[in-house]
């Protein structure tokens, strides 16, 4: 691997990119989505400041989650064909028959699409300044949030160039992409459901109440009442949910909590229901009325003390897929090759 022919290869990429005038365009689409966003968010939380709760943390997810969502948008379109792209215009060859050697050629094409998308963070990086200041937030919070942002658009480039080395026409790999991408987007919240759901397990129910007399006194205990049920198994497929890119960047991110122990943002709420996922169902849940004074329950952050974080697995599980996509298409992009799909245009 050689460092000058890898960062030539990338200035290659980046200077097509860059002549590009709809790159631009994109570019202050982006920008406009997200001074809209920002807008609109601090006008539909403000409500929250009269009772006592700030909103900076409200529009910080809000802003948060929506330039992560225009990122995987665009992601497909940037890398899914940088490999097949060149093939189809003839370019390919011609690098293919220098010194280059296809892992520097694939790399290259890699760190150049990570590049790209990287230019949206920093269009983002102004907004989601303003939302941190304004909300009083954590410096933390927003480091966190731009490495998760960062580490996935590199998730999402590398599964763009591995499908475009793979797939030969530049059309299907950009489809593939996107198919790839709203698996781990929306097929992840199906699958966590079904398999749930799918999976259920027996849990007994034992309560008791007291009763009262014409007087309104107490008089007595009724006897153990017993009900069994089935229970969804979540925790057995948490892990699905976990790779999905928007639960990640919540987990990822540090959790702010009120005086009763409850996350006080969205990134907590869905955090702090991921890891409880993780939990199996009690076999046996006991309810006693007749004991005096009221129940006692642990709050949402003493339910999640302890429980594994959930973005480390799954971000496991999407840096698995795109290594074994990025192989594949080393594989299939290296030279000589022995066979090419029909139609394939060489030079």
């Known amino acids: 691997m050689n460092a000058g022919r890898l960062w030539t290869i990338v200035t290659l990429e980046l200077t097509q990119r860059v002549r590009s005038v709809a790159w631009y365009v994109l570019l202050g689409v982006f920008a406009a989505i ?34 992560l969502l225009l990122v995987v948008l665009v992601s497909p379109t940037v890398a899914g064909n940088a490999v097949n792209g060149d093939r189809d215009q003839a370019t390919l060859a011609p690098v293919q028959v220098t010194l280059a ?43 966190v949030s731009l490495l998760v942002l960062v580490v996935e658009i590199g998730v999402f480039a590398a599964i763009g160039v591995g499908l ?18 709203a698996a781990f987007v929306i097929g992840t919240l199906i699958v966590f459901g079904l398999a749930g759901a799918a999976t259920r397990t027996e849990v007994s129910s ?4 007291l009763n009262y007399d014409a007087a309104g006194r107490e008089d007595s205990c009724t006897a153990w009442e017993e009900y069994t049920y089935a229970v969804p198994r979540f925790d057995r497929v948490w892990w699905v949910l976990a790779a999905n890119p928007f639960v990640i960047i919540a987990d990822a991110t540090p959790t702010a909590y009120d005086r009763q122990g409850n996350p006080t943002d969205l990134f907590g709420q869905i955090a702090s229901g991921v890891r409880m996922a993780q939990v199996p169902p009690e076999a046996d849940t ?5 004991q005096g004074g009221p129940e006692s329950y642990p709050s949402v952050r003493e339910q999640t003390d ?15 897929v795109a290594v074994l996509l990025m192989w594949g298409g ?5 030279t000589p090759a022995r066979t090419l799909p029909p139609g394939t245009r060489v030079a």
Do not use: N
């Open 286 to 290: 006991w309810s006693d009325g007749c």
């Open 101 to 143: 050697t296809t892992g520097e050629i694939v790399l290259g094409k890699l760190i150049a699409a990570w590049i790209s998308g990287l230019a949206f963070v920093a269009v983002a990086v102004p907004f989601l300044a303003v939302a941190t200041i304004a909300g009083g937030l954590s410096p933390a919070a927003l480091v």
């Open 34 to 67: 997200l001074l809209g966003v920002t807008a609109l968010s601090f006008l539909a939380f403000s409500w929250m400041s009269a009772f006592g709760t700030g909103a900076g943390g409200a529009i910080y997810s809000v802003i948060v989650y929506v330039v």
């Open 164 to 181: 475009s080395a793979l797939v030969a026409r530049p059309l299907f790999s950009i489809a593939s992409t996107y198919l790839v991408v």
């Open 306 to 320: 302890g429980l594994l974080p959930s973005w480390f697995v799954g971000l496991g599980v999407q840096l698995l």
């Open 206 to 209: 034992h309560s008791r109440y």
């Open 330 to 334: 080393w594989a299939r992009t290296r």
